[in-house]
């Protein structure tokens, strides 16, 4: 019989998961709320693969109940969990992989995603960040709303503080975000790794248990002693 420590630990587990697929996807879905900020550092596509990830661990997690209440010769379920389980790992290195490769060049990268925004979207930007362009005062800055009023305001700008220009807060922000990110997203893994472990285990213990019963059985019921 699978031991209540061994069962302990994959119930555990188990339960870890699922808060790692509730998390990852409702994460995802709030993420998405209109913030020009938050929208500007999390794509779409990165929101969507942050869907699926969690769409996927839950699938996985409702696989591993299925799975668990079978009887014990019944192991068809662990195994297709394992197989669930290996893709699950995949899924969070590539997605984990993306993001921390993202922060290696944050400056160059969000320079990027400036000049693709909108004047409005700078507008609104410099206004809640209190910065006028991206690396000084001249480059991709927009005149108007609330904070950059006029091109002698922006010249007045002190060189010295890097907080001016909006370079520093932006990739400030998205630094705290992404690292966040991709430590959580990771941490996953080590989830899904355990749980994958702890599933072997409780496959090859409870193909044990049958190889025993069929030898009691052969032996007439009267074990080993």
Known sequence: MVSKRLMGVWVGLDILLLAAGAVALALSIVWRAPNVLMNMVLS?????????LGVALLATF?????????RNHVTFGLVILNYALVLDAIGVLIIGTFVWFFTLEERANFYKLWKEATPATRIIL????????????TDVVEIGGNFCTSEAFV???SAEDVNNFCVTPITGFA????NNIFTTVYGYMAIVLCLLLASLCVIKKRQEDERFKKIDAKRGGRGFV
Request: aromatic share 6%.
């Open 126 to 137: 410099q206004d809640q960040l209190k910065c006028c362009g991206y690396f000084n005062g």
């Open 175 to 178: 630094d705290v975000t992404l």
């Open 155 to 157: 010249a007045n700008l």
């Open 44 to 52: 779409n596509a990165d929101l969507t693969a942050g869907t699926i």
């Open 62 to 70: 409702m696989i591993s109940v299925a799975a668990i209440v079978q």
